[in-house]
């Protein structure tokens, strides 16, 4: 999974990009440059391809832990978010059927 991820802090403005690595129904696996400490709530927002629609699904979610993450000489962290929230039974249900649906094959795997 390879998903577009725009976050920003509960009750604060400015947002910021990542992308969500893996995904259950209670959590996710999220990388990002950004530093945000665990125990922070965060209104997320992840962006994948619906048919031949972009669509995304919102919720609230907790950082519950944090590593540091080098790729190259690149910088950045993994987190892992509990989701607390998805108050719209649309989103959940986009959940469930991102999480049912078939990876795509990368084009060495076929």
């Known amino acids: 999974m390879d998903l577009p991820l725009e976050y920003r802090v509960v009750d604060t403005t400015p947002s910021f990009g990542g992308f ?3 995904a259950s129904e209670i ?3 999220v990388y990002s440059k950004k530093n945000i400490p ?3 709530k965060l209104n997320i927002a992840v962006f994948f391809a619906k048919e031949y629609e972009l669509t995304n699904l919102e919720a ?4 519950i832990w944090k590593d540091l993450c080098r790729e ?3 910088e950045g962290f993994q987190y892992g978010l509990k989701i607390l929230d998805i108050s719209v039974e649309e989103d959940r249900s986009k ?3 991102l999480l049912d649906s ?5 084009e060495s795997e076929k």
Do not use: D, F, R, S
């Open 102 to 106: 078939p990876a795509p094959q990368k």
């Open 27 to 29: 959590g996710l696996l």
């Open 20 to 22: 969500v690595a893996n």
């Open 72 to 74: 190259g000489n690149q």
């Open 38 to 40: 665990v125990g922070t």
């Open 95 to 97: 959940l469930k059927q």
């Open 60 to 63: 609230v979610a907790e950082v």
